[in-house]
């Protein structure tokens, strides 16, 4: 291994370990703020007087966390949010609200339809932009008027880990700033909020404590030819995360949906053969999420559940349970995030992939 690597094998191990410390300095710059609107620049205090929703358009795994962002933004501020993915929305006949904020989403602040998508925002008209990034300076802050860096510091495997957690930490922020500036906020809820983020970087480490555990389902995982990722809520979109680290790194066919959807039409896919790994918190959807289950396993299927400790469930024939750390409340997607991560990374050193660069894909896609 190379200097640069130290103890890790490849850079994405290296950046998924280094989440502890990403999240640490990006909570860090929220934290001195205050949840003030200046955390987004300077002009934030006239922009968020002029608006009244959120429209928020990333590509790849930038577009997971603004899928997040949505349940945030609504529940936490009650400003309608919408989320789109920038490569649909530049080519359609948008119906465009100007008092709308404009959210892009870009770890290297230069990919393409990101960009191109926030040109054609301000085409039809909206003046209120927000950019947030991974990288000082690029196209896409540049093109905005408001900027949040996150710190996670450089990202170098080419699929997103730490950026992609500290993307969250932001459309967080994001959240509670609209809800204080809205006067939504109490001091009760910005308390419990304050303590959520203090507490996430351990709970981070916690969670990758876990990997000996998450390294043994990979074994089981890398000779199947497909999974599937189920989520409910606010842990959807870390479903189709997940689907898509094990997508990008491994060669893995997988899908998420939201548990609820199953009975719809993956259902009809499970069988002994199809391993299905569900993101499980002990949230309001717990007891949904857990008669999707018993869908699941009354058709063979295997399942792998990631649960929190007070979410009651148990290891039986064809149901493997880690146990993630305690409950971060509201931040629970984010802590989520990681053992699907380690998942993936495993899962593709079982079959021996490029992790690090794999086929066909870039870093930064600044083409059409
Ligand atoms: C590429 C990368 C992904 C990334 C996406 C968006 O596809 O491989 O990891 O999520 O671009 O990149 P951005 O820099 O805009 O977040």
Redesign the pocket.
């Known amino acids: 291994a190379s200097l640069e690597l130290g103890p890790y094998n490849h850079f994405m191990q290296k950046e998924i370990h280094e989440q502890p410390k990403a999240l640490s300095d990006t909570i860090e710059q929220v934290l001195e703020s205050g949840f003030a609107p200046s955390l987004f620049g300077d002009h934030a205090q006239n922009v968020f007087e002029q608006i009244d929703s959120v429209q928020i358009l990333?590509?790849?795994?930038?577009?997971y966390a603004g899928s997040v962002a949505r349940y945030w933004v609504e529940a936490i501020a009650g400003v309608p949010c919408s989320v789109e993915i920038a490569s649909e929305y530049r080519y359609r006949d948008v119906v465009a609200n100007p008092k709308s904020l404009i959210v892009t989403?870009?770890?290297?602040?230069?990919?393409l339809d990101?960009m191109e998508a926030l040109k054609y925002a301000k085409s039809l008209g909206h003046e209120e932009t927000l950019s947030i990034c991974?990288v000082q300076e690029s196209a896409?802050p540049r093109a905005s008027k408001l900027v949040f860096y996150t710190r996670a510091g450089a990202e170098i495997g080419?699929?997103?880990t730490k950026?992609?957690t500290t993307q969250l930490i932001a459309l967080f922020a994001l959240a509670v700033t609209l809800a204080k500036f809205k006067g939504k906020l109490t001091a009760e809820k910005e308390t419990e909020y304050l303590e959520a983020l203090r507490h996430l970087p351990g709970s981070v480490q916690h969670a990758l404590n876990l990997e000996p555990q998450i390294k043994s389902w990979a074994e089981k995982f890398s000779p199947k030819d497909h999974a599937l990722f189920l989520g409910r809520g606010v842990h959807y979109p870390i479903a189709l995360e997940g689907a898509l680290k094990l997508k990008?790194i491994s060669y893995i066919h997988a899908e998420a949906y939201p548990a609820g959807e199953l009975k719809h039409g993956p259902l009809a896919l499970v069988d002994e053969k199809m391993p299905v790994v569900v993101i499980a918190p002990n949230d309001a959807l717990l007891e949904k999420v857990k008669s999707n289950m018993q869908e699941v396993r009354a058709r063979g299927g295997e399942l792998f559940v990631f649960a929190d400790l007070d979410s009651h469930f148990s290891e039986s024939e064809g149901v493997h349970v880690i146990r993630t750390p305690r409950h971060v409340g509201v931040l629970s997607p984010v802590l989520h995030a990681i053992p699907v991560q380690l998942l993936a990374y495993h899962a593709a050193l079982q079959k021996g992939t490029d992790v690090d660069k794999p086929r066909n894909?870039?870093?930064?896609?600044t083409v059409e």
Not at 58 to 63: E, L, P, V
Not at 105 to 111: A, L, N, P, V, Y
């Open positions: 990333a590509c790849g795994t930038s577009y989403i870009s770890q290297s602040g230069e990919t990101t991974n896409i080419v699929a997103s950026a992609f990008e894909l870039a870093k930064s896609v």
